[in-house]
């Protein structure tokens, strides 16, 4: 049974939707990262990273390792704000170093600018990191990215990252999924309005069923190990399992991780549901597990 906090979080947001304007989407998403502030033993360094704003944070004196933060936001919105108390925690569960880009946004920066940030970002990471490992984590559109990162890294036999960790991941934007009708209304988050805005305007010219857009449609053979997790109350359920089943098809080592009656992202609430402590725990596990392998 879902606990009480997470039942209050639900109307919540039920109760306080997101605005339809990007501007105040904007801020609204900025002021809920502001309500899950840092704890006192995170450090935190501004940076940049691939020529973009960005933050480290760790919590081990001596960090081993790299994690690449990507946030979500519908590649409209987001960034190190509301994505601060989530890098933070998974410094502090890997004793990894963690990065956070503020890459660039539509519908000012349409397709490929996000991707391009993120892989000059991927490129400073590898000249720098010496022995340690990086793994790529992101969520919603962020994972879309980190998973349009990995298809490019594969196709160019580039080097890889340790392992992928896919929270509630938006990787088919051409929005014909049948999970967009039948969880609209259990989920208080991704609206399926939202959602057709913000793919056409990541999108711009590309058709928005590209593998270069949509990643569940991308060619993944040779992937190290993607965890992905997902909510059944979600309209990007069907995202998560046509994704897995793009790895799996791939040969790759996929763990899905589908939990019944929860909401999009909701690891990203950790502070305030135990569910989401619970789900940020064992993607961490899976993360410094793999850390350990490689």
Known sequence: MPSEAYRA?????????MPA??????EAYRAMGDAFPLLADVGVTKATLGGRPAE????AAAPR???????????????LDSHRHLGGEIARQTGSRV?????????????????DDLKAAWAELLATAGDDKIALVGDSAGAGLVMALLADLLRDEQPLPASIYCMSPWADLSDTATSRTIK???DPLASIDQLAKMAAHYAGDIAVSDPRISSAFADFRGSP???IQAGTAEVLMDDALNLAKSLADADVDVDLELRAGMIHVWPWFFPAIPEGAEALARACAFLSRHFADA
């Open 65 to 79: 390792h790299i994690v690449l933060l990507v946030h979500g936001g519908g590649y409209c919105i987001g960034g």
């Open 225 to 227: 190990p993607v965890f």
């Open 9 to 17: 979080l639900v109307e919540q947001l039920f109760a306080a939707p």
């Open 56 to 59: 480290w944070l760790q919590v």
């Open 184 to 186: 609209r209304e259990a």
């Open 21 to 26: 304007d990007i501007v105040e989407m904007r």
């Open 99 to 115: 990065a956070v880009i503020d890459y660039r946004l539509a519908p000012e920066h349409p397709y490929p600018a996000g991707l």
